[in-house]
């Protein structure tokens, strides 16, 4: 059976464009595409959320980003991708009138607000969204508490749509004036925003693999911070839970070495349905 990722870019009108007309390089576009599976394999993506990676249209000169247009995670495929203005989320396409995800704003706008940023992950993971829900103040809110979790920084704003838009809303992002909202939480040193009772952005200065890592160790950072703090109940609280300092967050850094291991086993595990071992 011919995979997905084998067909020619001819063989579909938006990829040929894409590559040919807005100069979005085949490689970003692939890696794109796989990094939708990989997040759906280690459930950081359900049947919803969403990836974008930043890109400048060679045919419009225009600030863009390029993500699936609608379609559950794990079925991405290169058809599927489409390019959008981080002016306003508009299809960057005369050609191509998909709207993309509903959500579409906050990417558009912490683009805006961070030129540093080349990607982000909109997730709804349930271990992520456990912590959304405490105060900003508590003990407990999340903090790294393994070397591989560091990644997604020491610092991780909560934030609370009832502060922007008062009480009544579904909790998304549905309009550009809430994800300028969201993007303020992005601040410099800032690389992960929880948003209460509904998920997490996290943002990449690195790029798409380096954001699929953070994805999945910010996962598994939550679930064993998460069952530390369990553990530590049941003992009624007399073992305390130690976290990374500061010291510690810094010394560990973005993993891109370890990203460069990772990306390639990652595909192994999607190759029955890549086709690419
Ligand atoms: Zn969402």
Known sequence: MQSHLQVQASDIPSLARL???HGVPREVIYDLVL???????YSVLDT???????HKSTNTNEDCYIQAAYRAPASVELKDIAIFRI??????????????????????????ARPDIQAILHCHAPSLVTFSILPQTSPARLRPVVHVGASTGASVPIYEIREHNGDGTDLLIKTPGLGDDLAKKFEADVRMVLMRGHG????????????????????????????????????????????LSKEEVEACGDHVTAVQRSWPAWIE???????LN
Request: aromatic content about 4%; hydrophobic content about 40%.
């Open 19 to 21: 590559q040919t007309v």
């Open 35 to 41: 990094a939708n599976r990989i997040l759906a394999h």
């Open 48 to 54: 919803f959320g969403h990836i974008s990676v930043r």
């Open 87 to 112: 002016s306003d989320s508009e299809s960057a396409d005369e050609h191509d009138q998909r709207k993309g995800p509903l959500e579409k704003h906050l990417h558009a706008a912490i683009f805006r």
């Open 200 to 243: 997490a952005t996290i943002a990449s200065v690195q790029g798409v693999k380096d954001l699929v890592h953070k994805g999945i160790y910010a996962v598994l950072n939550a679930t064993i911070y998460k069952d530390a703090i369990l553990l530590s109940g049941a003992m009624g609280g007399e073992v305390p839970v130690r976290t």
């Open 269 to 275: 595990e999607l190759g029955e349905e890549t086709g």
